[in-house]
């Protein structure tokens, strides 16, 4: 990458960062250090908490992968989402300049901006099914509260979700409607506009999940065997396509590699506590993916449904569990608004990723650049929709635009961008931390843990090709 050309905006950035401890507006604040907690555990907590990670444990087996995923937070999850976030107070918001930032004052190589680029080109591929799934979830949302309503019976059963998903105009509704509510809130203001979603979506969020719990596990009586199932290991169901299965959630589930948490890092005061941010976030993504998968197994037993049936459970056999119980319509809704709040926090931090990297890229200001990530969700999620639909015949390395989508970025991209980052980090921002635990705790695992674990993920992919 020419250097000289990066030269300019990192000028403006210098600029940006003398007036910062004069507090000129230049720079963007969080308004305290508890709306990062949300904003960044907005972004982390999404339909990776509640589709993908209780499907995963399904398909997996439980607790022995349960075990395993909490292993790659901790080896590998937290630390690297710690030093994405500081790489971004060190560096600023824009996901190329500030890898070259961080690089040029310790002399590296100008080759680590890509790792700004790559994250960004990751963002951009995750928001094109995101923003599909995002969009069912707004349909069973609707369904389900009609149905509280009195109206039509809500979506059950396999056939339904199916009729949803050969039918291109519902879906392509949804996904214009998310991605034009998304590319508003961060169109005038990407801190103001974030912090007033949260501060109405983390509250009603934690309600909905905790009112859940406690209908579900009254409702079915099964809270007790869906725990023994998620926290009992049994050790034969260990493979290392578990093991992959489990690092690529890591990544995916705390929005790390994508240089995400990097520019909400940069929203952040100097004086802030960034290990202790970082694990109240991991600690908070970790929660919810156990609350939602107990109220989803609960449910699964008690009908006796399917867990392992993969992307399904979501859609399938959950409202088919909640259309067997009681007041399961004000349930199903109840639950569905949950997951699409959670969901449409995590799209806004995906587009912000895609507006920084168009703006810092293009330099066609920010306003424009939203515009940009605004109509490349949507083109992303009309071509997704419609390769499901009208296009299906067309497929790329044999898989469909979703699967293919889903799959390089989680078994490829990630591991490749996190395994960057983690080398990034462990050189130019270890060395510099006062000595103590965490210091210790980030190099063993940004120097050794994280580059093995990944490589060993990495062959073991390759050689299943
Ligand atoms: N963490 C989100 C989830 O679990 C998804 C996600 C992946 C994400 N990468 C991101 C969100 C980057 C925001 C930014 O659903």
């Excluded at 790659?72 to 500030?98: D, H, K, N, T």
């Excluded at 103001?192 to 009603?204: E, T």
């Excluded at 290990?275 to 037993?301: H, S």
């Excluded at 605004?374 to 067309?394: F, Q």
Aim: with cysteine.
């Amino acid at each position: 990458m020419p250097k000289r050309k990066h030269k300019p905006i990192s000028t403006l950035h210098e600029r940006r960062r003398m007036t910062d401890t004069t507090f000129s507006p230049a720079r963007l604040h969080w308004s305290s250090r508890l709306m990062f907690v949300f904003a960044a555990s907005g972004s982390a907590v999404g339909l990776g908490n509640i589709w993908k990670f209780p499907y995963i444990v399904g398909e997996n087996g439980g607790g022995a992968f349960v075990l395993m995923y909490l292993g790659c937070l901790i080896g590998l999850g937290a630390p690297l989402l710690i030093g994405e976030i500081m790489v971004g107070r060190r560096g600023g918001e824009f996901p190329a300049s500030a890898f070259l930032k961080v690089a040029r004052e310790k002399a590296m190589s100008s080759a680590w901006g890509g790792l700004g680029a790559l994250g960004a080109v990751i963002a951009i591929m995750i928001l094109a099914f995101y923003s599909v799934v995002s969009g069912w979830v707004g349909i069973y949302t609707l369904d389900f509260a009609a149905a509280a309503l009195g109206g039509d019976a809500a979506r059950t059963g396999a056939d339904a979700f199916s009729a949803m998903l050969a039918d291109p105009i519902v879906q392509l509704s949804a996904v214009t409607v998310i991605a034009l509510t998304a590319g508003l809130v961060i169109y005038f203001d990407v801190t103001g506009g974030i912090q007033s979603v949260m501060r109405i979506v983390a509250p009603l969020f934690a309600v909905l999940l905790v009112v859940m719990l406690v209908m579900v596990a009254s409702t079915t009586g099964k809270l007790g065997e869906a725990m023994t199932y998620m926290f009992r290991p049994d050790f034969s169901a260990l493979s290392l396509d578990a093991f992959g299965e489990a690092l690529g959630h890591a990544f995916f589930t705390l929005s790390v590699g994508m240089c995400g948490m990097l520019i909400y890092g940069a929203y952040l005061d100097d004086g802030a506590n960034v290990p202790r941010l970082g694990f109240a976030v991991a600690i908070l993504d970790t929660a919810i993916a156990f609350a939602a998968a107990l109220i989803i197994f609960p449910i699964v037993f008690a009908f006796e449904l399917e867990s392992n049936g993969g992307p399904g459970l979501l859609f399938i056999a959950l409202p088919q569990g909640f259309s067997l119980l009681p007041a399961g319509d004000l349930l199903g809704f109840g639950f569905f608004t949950a997951t699409l709040l959670a969901a449409f926090s995590s799209l806004i931090a995906l587009m912000i990723i895609a507006r920084h990297w168009l703006d810092e890229t293009f330099r066609i200001g920010g306003q424009n650049a939203t515009l940009a990530a605004t109509l490349a969700t949507w083109v992303g999620g009309i071509a997704v929709t419609l390769s499901m639909t009208v296009w299906d015949s067309i497929s790329i390395f044999g898989r469909s635009l979703f699967d293919f989508l889903d799959e390089a970025t989680s078994a490829w991209l990630l591991p490749i961008s996190g395994l960057g980052m983690a080398i990034f980090v462990s050189r130019a921002i270890v060395p510099t931390l006062p000595d103590g635990p965490v210091k210790t705790y980030l190099d063993i695992c940004l120097s050794y843990v994280a580059p093995l674990g990944i490589l060993i993920f990495t062959v073991s992919k390759l050689l299943d090709l």
